[in-house]
């Protein structure tokens, strides 16, 4: 099929370009974690700070940091609250950069009228979650801004971990034939914070994953820390996004096989009821690993064994070509170009 | 002057009380830095978080680390801008916890809307603060909001510097008979904002003083390190706070000369019209020092050799007593209790 080649040629080339910021203002599409968000970053960020490779957390000796402002709406959501999400979102992105989270800082901006109880149940979800992360609340800073500036409360976490030495991770790592793995089913947070929001008519007991992946990362260095490429949370923009970004930054290409992502029935039913593919919605407990093949069935198996983790799986390889592409195969042995994400279809999910 | 005495006992026990978070809805003087923010973090945020000592950074092995939200309106001021400011306020937390910076995260909350060229502009000066001060800039993360759910953009950073083995500072290591020294004259970045905003006819050419103060911190620790008890830079709540702060946790008095603050004309000007204390107004590259009396006059010299700080005073000392409390003597020879700031005359200066 020629025709079919050129094409992925051209998309190639297209995709080869380095990204540019040219947008005249800022939409809700450059924080939806998709193409807008990584020309903003790399078009316009990185460049001016000098940052070359985009990972989830910067080494600075032999510490680690990283952080995040979560201004997920609503603030409590089932499974979770922005309280808990910004400890256990920061904690991740520690843990996929191969540092063991130790310590973080919690910065908020209030709105004018929010409810005391409101900020006590937060700062208690801080608490709790830390606790159970293992990290400890170490700096703290309070802004308050007008009624009408914010959207109850924001909340930006740093956290600080210890670079663990089994790891040697990096998104331009991968090779082909290495194996992909995802550490459990797909899609919990976006479709649990759409169900709260009650835009759409439709019930369903669909709870947020929102976890510390520490242990999820301890196992797989500790079954196949020589044989791991790189790890990444599936936050904003989902698996999709996270596979499209590792695609580019290692300049392979990729083929996943879409019957063999797990996805919980309820989440694949609002899914299909709502019209969206559940390998975009984000995750807040799930992280997509790059495995050598020869550490790959030991890596599953090690995840399969974390609480949390029990439906992890293999789902797919990494290939030489097409560059910078992800190539799913669906079910009925089809084939189709998983794009980046391009606008914002769940904005503020975290 | 028995009822002055019985006076200041009262005053003096009501202070001693540890301070309650009682309010409840969160207001403007949350986010003001004077007496509602303290009841806030330490009757809610310090005691879920176990955080023991209020400083501006805290130690996690041999780095300092300290997080700050900026929300500044309007977001660029005669001196300055709100990433100058957001590199600028985390490098002086570290330095005035003894700490040389390092490193920053920045993470950014834009509103839907804002024109690209303001972000570039703000993008540039973060970059261009961090050389300055000799910071690099690690990780960093952004979010949108819808309009009207944010004011342009707010900055989080966060630091992370190296404990300087010189320094050894406490708020609670005030000792009477130190003296207070500060590093230049007060209320210059309050009163730039203030006029900024145009709610006052006046016209006057203040610019905001925000700078690292590093190089004061690194003269002063050269000068005078084991004589140093604590640095605080006095930002939200200006001097009168960070005083007031300092006696109470180390349960000593203060003695400020009223005469011995410097003050630019332009800035008493001003101040003096809008009814206000310039010893309230919020700096951003003004340090506080309270120093051993036989290190201040090295301490002093030294500071009066940093380019920005050629004003640096002493302005008064620590007395045993009243315990928690600063006392004013003002140029005709009265005297006053320099209460905490209460509400919040300037919202969103910093």
């Given amino acids: 099929m020629a025709g079919e080649r050129e094409a992925l040629e051209l998309i190639e080339r297209v995709r080869s370009r380095p990204p540019r910021f040219r947008d005249a203002q800022i939409t809700m599409a450059h924080g939806a974690g998709g193409k807008a968000t990584l020309n903003l970053i790399e078009g316009l960020l990185a460049p001016a700070f000098g940052l070359t490779?985009?990972?989830?957390?910067?080494?600075?000796?032999?510490?680690?940091?990283?952080?995040?402002?979560?201004?997920?709406?609503?603030?409590?959501?089932?499974?979770?609250?922005?309280?808990?999400?910004?400890?256990?979102?920061?904690v991740n992105d520690l843990a996929v950069g191969g540092a063991r989270p130790a310590a973080i800082t919690v910065a908020l901006v209030l709105e004018e009228g929010l409810a005391a109880d409101e900020l006590r149940d937060e700062v208690d979800a801080i608490a709790r979650a830390a606790e159970a992360a293992g990290v400890r609340v170490v700096a703290g800073d309070t802004k308050v801004v007008e009624r009408g500036r914010c959207d109850a409360m924001y909340v930006c976490t740093t956290g600080l971990g210890h670079v663990d030495p089994r790891a040697a991770l990096a998104p331009s790592a991968l090779r082909p034939g290495d194996r992909l793995l995802i550490s459990g089913p797909v899609g919990e947070h976006g479709v649990a914070i759409m169900l709260a929001r009650g835009q759409f008519e439709l019930a369903a007991p669909v709870e947020s994953d929102t976890r510390s992946l520490w242990p999820a990362v301890d196992a797989l260095l500790e079954a196949a820390g020589p044989s791991l490429r790189c790890l990444r949370d599936a936050t904003r923009g989902g698996v999709a996004s996270v596979l499209n970004e590792l695609s580019r930054a290692s300049a392979v290409g990729m083929l996943v096989r879409e019957a063999a992502v797990p996805v919980r029935p309820q989440v694949a039913g609002a899914c299909e009821i709502l019209g969206i593919d559940p390998l975009y919605v984000a995750n807040e407990g799930v992280l997509v690993a790059a495995v050598a093949a020869e550490g790959a069935e030991a890596g599953l198996r090690a995840l399969q064994g974390v609480p949390g983790c029990e439906a992890a799986a293999e789902i797919g390889e990494v290939r030489a070509a097409p560059e910078g592409m992800v190539i799913v195969e669906t079910g009925f042995g089809g084939r189709r170009v998983m794009d980046m994400l391009v606008g914002d279809p769940l904005p503020r999910i975290c």
Same sequence: chains 1, 2.
């Fill in 53 to 90: 490779e985009l990972a989830d957390a910067a080494a600075v000796g032999d510490v680690a940091l990283t952080t995040d402002t979560f201004v997920v709406t609503p603030i409590r959501f089932p499974g979770g609250s922005i309280g808990e999400l910004a400890v256990n979102g920061t």
